[in-house]
């Protein structure tokens, strides 16, 4: 199996294409959001929506505080710039955002993309100005999870550029890109950081959502929250994200996959050059029992991890825990897992006794795994008769009490060589797991 004859030449040179085409893009026409103190300023960006659906710039100027009070929702795009270099503030009133989520009318996301070609949503690398404010921070301290707004949906979008864009403290859900095409996100960061991490947990704060996306390249970004920094859904295909930072959150996700007995597709993944600090997981992936289809061709490699608890972690048998105990599921079918690898993964384990992370509402806390020591680097819970080829080399741990790292494997369920003895007990490469390639 070789990824980058599967994945990364083709991405790469359609990125290529793709980026020279938005280098040069024809004419554009520019509109300049206005702003009226002390009002609602999507009304009149709506209204302009129309004239400047194509070969055009929507500016939002810098030195502009903008007043964001009501959604937008952007028509099918051709050859659109949206220029984010003012800062953007969603309502501050709590309850207001909650009646418009509320309301049949809401699209989904407070800034949807319907569809389009060659469409760049650009901000700012000037240090104070292109933020996007969602006032996330009460939200927190209220543990209000009633009616929050999702963030951005640049969705059915071919060809599109996400880069430089700040979030400041989202409340929900930062990026989706559902159904999109040759996509190049980059250098972006976004901020989901409670002031009280305990307390004020700043729950599904996700990063970005590759769900259903094809030929997608994340790169370069700087996201710190408390949920999957980014998460590769069904029907994904050709992603690639490298060379970024995480923080707080649960890790490089892919799934969850199989819910309901869905049948499962994602294929050809690349997670690379990644540093994971202060962080629940790593690398995970999930899917439900009763599921079905296939994940497949699927790397971890190159992951730097600083006070994680659980640095590798794959599970066949998820559920949700806060929903009470494990269902009983009469198809006894899986997500299958096929060539997935985890390599170079250096770092250490928080294996403090009194481990706690602000999603714990519940005794035993939803992350609880029954008869981990904490001192884990690799949790392999798998599914009999559903796994082909699935390796971790290199793996280098530490825990912060200095003790020897774990593993849990059960080896009934897989006979072939993971990398490791296949145990619930100490960690102990095989010479796979040293030196395979």
């Not at 309502?91 to 009646?99: F, I, K, L, S």
């Not at 309301?103 to 996301?109: A, L």
């Not at 997608?216 to 929250?225: A, G, R, V």
């Not at 998820?318 to 096929?338: F, H, R």
């Amino acid at each position: 199996m070789m990824l980058s004859s599967l994945l990364l030449s083709p991405v790469l040179l359609a990125f290529s294409a793709a980026s020279a085409a938005l280098a040069a893009p024809s004419a554009l026409k520019t509109f300049t959001v206005p702003h009226v103190d002390g009002q609602d300023d999507t009304p009149a960006l709506l209204a302009a929506l129309p004239d400047y659906a194509s070969n055009s710039t929507i500016l939002f100027k810098q030195g502009v505080h903008y007043n964001i009070w009501t959604p937008i929702k952007f028509p099918v795009l051709n050859n659109v710039e949206i220029r984010i270099e003012g800062n953007l503030s969603y309502p501050e009133d709590m309850a207001t955002v909650q009646a418009i989520v509320a309301s049949s009318t809401f699209p989904g996301h407070w800034f949807t993309f319907t569809g389009g070609d060659k469409v760049s949503l650009i901000g700012s690398t000037n240090p104070k100005w292109g933020w996007v404010d969602a006032h996330g921070q009460q939200w927190w301290n209220k543990h209000e999870l009633t009616n929050r707004p999702h963030g951005w949906n640049f969705a059915k979008i071919s060809n599109g550029v996400i880069r430089n864009m700040k979030l400041w403290k989202p409340v929900a859900w930062s990026f989706s890109a559902s159904g999109s095409t040759n996509l190049h996100a980059h250098d972006n960061w976004i901020y989901a950081l409670s002031d009280d991490m305990d307390n004020a947990f700043p729950f599904n704060t996700d990063g970005f959502s590759a769900g259903g996306g094809t030929d997608f390249l994340l790169e370069n970004n700087h996201i710190q929250n408390g949920d999957d920094c980014m998460t590769v859904g069904n029907g994904a295909k050709n992603i690639v994200f490298r060379n970024s930072r995480c923080e707080g959150g649960h890790g490089l996700s892919i799934g969850s996959l199989g819910k309901g007995g869905q049948v499962a597709d994602v294929q050809n993944v690349l997670i690379e050059n990644v540093e994971m600090k202060n962080a629940l997981y790593a690398a995970r992936f999930k899917s439900w029992t009763g599921g079905k289809g296939l994940a497949r061709n699927i790397t971890w490699r190159n992951i730097k991890f600083d006070n994680v608890r659980f640095p590798i972690y794959v599970t066949q048998n998820y559920w949700d825990q806060n929903l009470g105990p494990k269902p009983e599921v009469a198809d006894v079918t899986n997500t299958q897992i096929q060539d997935m690898f985890f390599e170079n993964f250096v770092g250490n384990i928080n294996d403090s006794p009194t481990f706690f992370e602000g999603t714990c509402v519940s005794d035993p806390c939803w992350y609880y795994v029954p008869g981990a020591t904490g001192r884990e680097v690799i949790i392999f819970d798998l599914y009999p008769e559903t796994v082909k080829d699935i390796v971790a080399r290199r793996i280098v741990p530490v825990t912060q009490s200095w003790k020897p790292a774990t593993v849990m494997c059960n080896s009934t369920v897989i006979s072939t060589d993971v990398g490791f003895k296949c145990q619930n007990g100490l960690f102990v490469p095989t010479l796979a797991g040293l030196f395979g390639h």
